[in-house]
């Protein structure tokens, strides 16, 4: 049994795995009490690896190793990007500056395709990335996520002023909220006609955005992308392969 965690801006996701079962799974925030809900005392004794993929800052990965040291023993070991696995190769200079969720992604993304692909990962940032056929990766984008693109609106201006929740729909908004949460999805709607030019690769998706850019992209009538598919577990999945070497 082993506990793999992926611990990014908004919530940190958790999934305790025997083999490629899962077992239990969970999201929290480190400040939501019981990050870990569901796992038995019994069974925090029978977790022999803990694997953890973090983007948070150097502070609050010190705290989560605090909070799992209090239900364990076991030794917390984290994965940083590198600047390879097996032929997957980082496009970085210096990998330990990429994200660590965006190389487990990939390494998830390279072992199931096995071939030129892309990952999205729309959370709390949208970052984008692809991998060429002999798994160089050949670079990627960072956008600010959905909640970011509308708080920072909030947050810049005097009167954007708009509660919080979504509207449906792209149509030219004739509210304040319509103008942004529409603005938004036209922007979405936008980067799946971007993707679905730029690209003719296989695109896994994950996140918790990833289901609007997937429906985004398949409504794209004239997208040269063969296959799109939801993989909202990428990270983990990397972090297994990565730890279990
Ligand atoms: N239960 C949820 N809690 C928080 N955000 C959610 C939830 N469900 C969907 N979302 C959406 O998912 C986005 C955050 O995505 P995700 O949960 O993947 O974040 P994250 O992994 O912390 O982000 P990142 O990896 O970019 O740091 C938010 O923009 C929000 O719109
Ligand atoms: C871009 C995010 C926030 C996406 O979660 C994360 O991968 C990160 O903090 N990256 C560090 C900068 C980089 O990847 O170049
Ligand atoms: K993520």
Redesign the pocket.
Known sequence: MKLLVDA??TRIKWQLREGSEIRLAGSATLESGDLFEGITRTEWQDIPSISVST?RSEHARIELERVIKGYTATPVRFFW?RSSFGRLTCA?EDPS??????WHALVGAWHEIQGACAVV?A?????IDWIDAGGQHLG?Y?LPGRTMMTDSLRQGTARVLFDAGQAEGISPGQTTAECVFHGVNWLTRALAEQLGRDLAVPVLITGGDGSLIKTALDNYQDSRIPLVALRPDLVLDGLALVGAE
């Open positions: 990014g801006n983007v990007t970085y500056a990429m994200g660590a969720d965006r990962d959370g709390s940032a949208i970052t990627g960072i």
